[in-house]
């Protein structure tokens, strides 16, 4: 069945929500929910295979290979998270290239040094106007297929200020980007301002933790957006019952408690793709005694 395209969501007037997808295991149950996008974030896809912090450690070709891998594993449109681009021009060429052929909808790209900082941390420092323009410019071009959706984030608001973060983003539409996001922003006045300005579709981040206020879908759509991301939900969850496993284990001496709630294994075997691999056994297995000969 072919996977959803953001550009056409966008254009369909339809509200999009894309929950953060940070690992396999979270895939498939995403795959059980049903959602049209998933969100692999940078900072969520680092934190889970190498347990490194969203700093700019993580390289393109790490990050390449688990967009593939999670494009390959749900049924949704993934919008990818970037970063810088991974360095240059040629570098954003190049990544722009190798996110299309992972199997994603949308490359978001940000105005950050290389290296990075997660947008919800301090000491962040953004490039030149231009250099961020030219690179968007680059990634509209290397685009081999023309709904690719290109998203272009700043992350200025707390180096230029408000009014500096959006005209970076006037600018970056101008360079051609499809949809504007303005990372980080610091109140729901600040978010519907930034919406009645801009002219392209707008793109929230809802972070839980972060430094923006979190809203419900149906808020955001109200205040001016057109979709958002909900990056650290399953992280964040994911943590949360890990921290809760281990504490009733060591409390307790075993997993089979009241107190733990789990994911019914059997179920999970069928999501993960259990059962054709025992049809497949059923189908070709030879008998023991026919094996032995």
């Known amino acids: 069945m072919p996977k959803s395209v953001l550009k056409d969501a966008l254009k369909s007037g339809a509200f999009v929500v894309a929950p953060g997808v940070h690992d396999m295991i979270t895939a498939a149950v995403f795959n ?25 450690i993580a390289t393109y070709t790490q990050m390449v ?45 940000e105005d950050q040094e290389f290296p990075k900082k997660c947008g919800h941390t301090p000491f962040k420092r953004v490039v030149p106007v231009l250099d961020m323009v030219e690179k968007i410019k ?34 970056y539409a101008e360079a051609g980007a499809d949809v504007l996001f303005v990372e980080a922003l610091e109140s729901e006045d600040e978010m519907r301002e930034a919406c009645r300005r801009l002219r392209k579709p707008m793109m929230a981040n809802m972070a839980d933790g972060g430094l923006t206020p979190i809203r419900t879908a149906g808020q955001l759509a109200d205040i001016g957006y057109h979709m958002a991301i909900f990056p650290s939900i399953t992280g964040l969850a994911a943590a949360h019952a890990a921290e809760h496993a281990f504490t009733v284990l060591k409390q307790e001496g075993t997993s089979n408690s009241p107190n733990l709630p789990l994911f019914p294994f059997k179920e999970f075997n069928t999501l993960i793709g259990f059962e054709e691999v025992w049809e497949f056994e059923r189908k070709w297995a030879r008998p023991a005694a026919q094996a032995a000969e």
Not at 32 to 37: L, T, Y
Not at 80 to 105: I, K, M, Q, S
Not at 145 to 153: E, K, L
Not at 156 to 168: N, V
Request: with cysteine; glycine share 12%.
């Open 138 to 171: 680059v990634a509209c071009e290397a685009r081999t297929n023309p709904d690719t959706a290109i998203i272009a984030r700043t992350d200025s608001r707390q180096t230029d200020g408000f009014e500096g973060a959006l005209k970076r983003m006037e600018a």
């Open 65 to 109: 290979d688990r967009v593939r891998t999670l494009c390959g594993m749900v049924d949704a449109g993934v919008i990818a998270d970037a970063d810088t681009g991974y360095g240059g021009l040629l570098n954003v060429h190049h990544t722009v290239r190798g996110y299309e052929e992972a199997g994603v909808t949308a490359i978001q790209i």
């Open 32 to 56: 059980k929910i049903g959602f049209d996008f998933a969100y692999a974030s940078g900072y969520w896809m680092t934190a889970s295979a190498y347990g490194l912090p969203d700093v700019g």
